[in-house]
């Protein structure tokens, strides 16, 4: 989250505007338009209602109609399932982005400080995210309402970088929202039964804290050298096929100390296989940049847009499904046809769309292969068949997410996406923090939930009401320049 890609450039922040502007092509806007539908997705999930009426293939795999219980043993994946992953995967692809030039330039330094930085910035927010949400608080339903609205508020003065303003002050800002948020938790624990505990926390935000830090490091240290990066892979996947004989060395390791768990577990570094192939496509992005990266195109864009979302459609379905001969088949085919298409690429764009094409041939095989392990693919407990697989869908997300916003880079909606995925961290706590107290507050909420009352379909009014206020807001504090950094 806290290494995003530039904004669009009619919409940088006041601060920038004194900079040499930056060709469009080299903003990769390709990265925030995926982090941007990852964002969404997950919004418009987490509010999707839970009626058994609704296809299955609208929830997470394991968790599906009629009744909703978790079942890990039901194997497959859906659209849900994609969005965290997708989201890891724009991660890792901008760490090169993030720390190339200050690495290329020697400031390891200040490198690994904003490395650790980010890493505890966000253990702060993981913690803060589950213990002043007002659902969780044990007051009064307005104060709780309130108090979420108020630690939406500090989060700009914590997050938020004050460019136009000294050192000094910017400090204090930041300090006291800080300050204000510590006074909430001290009133609630006070004078409510609130109770607060560390190990309380938003899992999807301390996954991506430990993701900021190691996969930050693993890149700094394998930056040269790509087999070594990929080839720590290898060393996960044997830990973790390893860990549960007792008494050996990897047991050791998978069981660090019970101490830290609330914020450290090596099984959360199966997400690696994911963020680490990301930083491949943010290395390739830095090698073929180009202000003229679309010129004298000798494929066929939108050939190849169908292609990338047709392996990304067809695997779900087959997954899904379970028609695992059709799926292969399909893939053969898909593959073959796109590796044939970019097969004497003429533009720099080209020859990176056919690393990266082949980059995602690689790991959705891979993927595939490791399909019949753990009883096929799995979200929930995630396997090695979802991690490889849908990085290798997420590289053609990818491709396909460039070519549209080549073409949809000032369409409303499509510029939404983009600045969604250019705020995330806005984007992630505006449901509960923003948008859901304020219906509550105004008595919108009821009016919502009669509307599902009524009819059983009609409950995705307020699926479609909370994600196109959240994408509202979020766009619009984009176009500000309030972003939120860690």
Known sequence: MSVLAKPVVENAPAAEATKPAVPASARALGIDALRGLAIIGMVFSGVFPHEAPWSGWMFHAQVGPPDFTYTPQVPGITWVDLVFPFFLFAMGAAFPLAMGRKLEQGQFSEVLLNVFKRGALLLFFAIILRHLNWFGLQGPGWVNQLTSLLTFGCFFLVFMRFPQVSSGKATGLKLAGFGIIAALLWAHVTFTEFTFDHNRNDIIIMVLANMAVFGSLIYILTRHNLLLRMGTLAFFAAIRLTHDIEGSWTSAIWDFHPSVKWMYQFMFLKYLCIVLPGSVLGDLLVKFRSPAAGQGAGVSKGLLSLLCFALVVGNLYGLYTRQIGLTLALDAVLSGAGLWLLRK???????????????????????????????????????????????????????????????????????????????????YVATAFLVSPLLALTHLAEGLEALREANVYLGVVKTFVITGAVVAVTAFTTRKGWFWRT
């Open 345 to 427: 690429p003429v533009a720099t764009q080209e020859q990176l769309f056919q690393k990266l094409f082949g980059w995602g041939v690689f790991f959705l095989f891979l993927g595939l292969t490791f399909e019949p392990y753990e009883g096929g693919i799995k979200k929930d407990p995630s396997s090695y068949s979802f991690w490889f697989l849908t990085s290798g869908l997420a590289f053609f997300a990818y491709i396909l997410c460039e070519l549209l916003s080549q073409r949809l880079s000032q369409n409303l909606f499509w510029k939404s996406i983009i600045q969604s995925g250019q705020n995330p961290m806005v984007a």
